[in-house]
T-cell receptor
């Protein structure tokens, strides 16, 4: 379909491993957002891209979290040296521009053992 | 049926009744608000949005009301159907010009057949 696509849908990793989560936004959408959603909570903002520029990374919880969008389309969220508290659903959203509705993917459920 | 959002996280209604889901937002500078529906295992799905220069907006079977004086947002669903069962989140854009959203806690809507 033409929606936001995220992969993998599920990821299990051992504590200390690095993981990479991928987001394919809706074609042509300038703005891309990453959110983290803990069980039973609303999504919490992590970072924002306008095209390839990362304009806001104020929500990244530590320097173990890194995101990129090198060509202004696909984005990758990388978590280094994963910890158990990193277990959550990671959601990606895109919009034509920042002040328009964001459309979400179905997320990657990350479990750290 | 009616909920107060953050204080009553579950709303149970009979099929065919109207539902009202409430949300108190935090930032008086917020000028854009969105309601999302999230089903289990899925990402948030856009329902309806409203900007601060309006106090009411209608969609198909849904109406959003905005009261800026008391910083209150509500979502009304007419003739609630079993397919409406989900968690509903309100979100505001805060004072950010990046478009990042701040989500409320969420209200679970249960529709009894």
């Amino acid at each position: 379909g033409a929606g936001v696509s995220q992969s993998p849908r599920y990821k299990v990793a051992k504590r200390g491993q690095d993981v990479a989560l991928r987001c394919d936004p809706i074609s042509g959408h300038v703005s891309l957002f990453w959110y983290q959603q803990a069980l039973g909570q609303g999504p919490e903002f992590l970072t924002y891209f306008q095209n390839e520029a990362q304009l806001d990374k104020s929500g990244l919880p530590s320097d173990r979290f890194f995101a990129e969008r090198p060509e202004g389309s696909v984005s990758t969220l990388k978590i280094q040296r994963t910890q158990q508290e990193d277990s959550a659903v990671y959601l990606c959203a895109s919009s034509p521009r920042g002040d328009q509705p964001q459309h979400f993917g179905d997320g990657t459920r990350l479990s750290i053992l | 049926g009616e909920s107060v959002g953050l204080h009553l996280p579950t709303l149970s209604v009979q099929e065919g009744d109207n539902s009202i889901i409430n949300c108190a937002y935090s930032n008086s500078a917020s000028d854009y608000f969105i309601w999302y529906k999230q089903e289990s295992g899925k990402g948030p799905q856009f329902i309806i949005d409203i900007r601060s220069n309006m106090d009411k907006r209608q969609g198909q079977r849904v109406t959003v009301l905005l009261n800026k004086t008391v910083k209150h947002l509500s979502l009304q669903i007419a003739a609630t159907q079993p397919g409406d069962s989900a968690v509903y989140f309100c979100a505001e854009n805060g004072s950010s010009n990046t478009g990042k959203l701040i989500f409320g806690q969420g209200t679970t809507l249960q529709v009894k057949p």
